[in-house]
């Protein structure tokens, strides 16, 4: 990846495994001449969806997070796993997906998957990149959620927009996806 | 990290830079006895701060990413470099140079820091937690922006909430620090 004004001079792999990948980079900025060295995790590319029901309600899955040792209220997600690279037909596929598999609803036959835009979970360290999605409506499928097996998703429940806002003012939501996906919402004016 | 119900079996590190930490750890989650592998990045905690002044704008600095390839506005934002688990003292004082030395404003004298909670980049791969503050109101320093030698910050500029909420309804806003700074300062009703 080398965007105009960008040269990127090295890129060199210190430690991959399936799940990420750490690269010593050195790059020179837009409008610099000075080399840069930077060390940067490569990730797959990831989609998060927030469901709403047809009564405005939305869908969080309650799900143990290894690397920060808790169980999280949070907005389902999960990674591009076939292309780095992938467009937007994938994504979308991806999230309906997701969607079903993680939280036993999925998008109503007449229901629209409304793009959000993306997001850098952490841009100082990482190229992560999350593609937002509002599903609406949801209806349930009935047959409960059917996460991965290496997931742990405890549980699936629904929050008015007045419960989600409380539980964010309250930090109990704690996750970059549900805080991200809510910003885009309230800018976006589409929280009923 | 061996919170209540959590069994932490194993944890060694695959690789390690002044940057971060890549480990492998071997866990058994609460209420289970199946063992799981899972790939944690260690990473510092970090601060970041939403700037408003006795107006009511929003102070965002203009950085260059390395990892995205892209200059991105954003809310200044530092790591603690001293410690792995900073107390709220060392996090405020960390907040309160980082705020100075990227946008060239700082709190004013009867100013007040603001605690928003914390939140995690990226919670299924990183233990990465920002935590968030709002500075109110800030003033010029009148001494410019003096951001460390390795940061690429172009320049710093104030919005107001209206100029903000366009932004990241565009996805011209693209990290989440400042979606979720916006996200906690919408549901706690902070926003002028």
Same mark, same amino acid.
């Given at each position: 990846?080398?965007p105009?004004?960008?040269?990127?001079?090295?890129?060199?792999t210190?430690f991959k495994?399936p799940?990420?990948?750490?690269?010593k980079?050195?790059?020179?900025?837009p409008g610099?001449?000075?080399?840069?060295?930077?060390?940067?995790?490569?990730?797959?590319?990831?989609?998060v969806?927030?469901?709403?029901t047809?009564?405005?309600?939305?869908?969080?899955?309650?799900q143990c997070?290894i690397?920060?040792?808790?169980?999280?209220? %949070?907005?389902? $997600?999960?990674?591009? @796993?076939?292309?780095?690279?992938?467009?937007?037909? /994938?994504?979308?596929?991806?999230?309906?997906?997701?969607?079903?598999?993680?939280?036993?609803?999925?998008?109503?036959?007449?229901?629209?998957?409304?793009?959000l835009?993306?997001?850098y979970?952490?841009?100082?360290?990482?190229?992560?990149?999350?593609y937002?999605?509002?599903?609406?409506?949801?209806?349930?499928t009935?047959?409960g959620?059917r996460?991965?097996t290496?997931?742990?998703i405890?549980?699936?429940?629904?929050?008015?927009?007045a %419960?989600?806002? $409380?539980?964010?003012? @309250?930090?109990?939501i704690?996750?970059?996806?549900? /805080?991200?996906?809510?910003a885009r919402?309230?800018?976006?004016?589409?929280?009923?």
């Amino acid at each position: 990846m080398n965007p105009e004004g960008w040269q990127i001079l090295e890129s060199c792999t210190l430690f991959k495994n399936p799940h990420l990948e750490v690269l010593k980079e050195t790059v020179v900025l837009p409008g610099e001449t000075r080399r840069r060295e930077w060390t940067v995790v490569r990730r797959k590319k990831a989609v998060v969806i927030a469901p709403m029901t047809e009564a405005g309600r939305f869908v969080l899955i309650h799900q143990c997070r290894i690397p920060v040792r808790k169980c999280l209220w %949070e907005f389902p $997600a999960g990674q591009v @796993d076939q292309s780095f690279e992938p467009d937007h037909a /994938l994504l979308r596929e991806t999230a309906v997906r997701e969607l079903e598999e993680e939280t036993g609803y999925k998008l109503a036959d007449a229901g629209t998957l409304i793009y959000l835009g993306h997001y850098y979970s952490s841009q100082g360290f990482s190229d992560e990149t999350p593609y937002l999605f509002l599903a609406k409506p949801v209806v349930p499928t009935g047959g409960g959620h059917r996460p991965e097996t290496n997931e742990s998703i405890l549980e699936s429940k629904t929050f008015s927009t007045a %419960e989600l806002s $409380a539980m964010i003012a @309250d930090s109990v939501i704690q996750d970059a996806n549900t /805080l991200a996906c809510f910003a885009r919402l309230t800018a976006k004016s589409l929280l009923l």
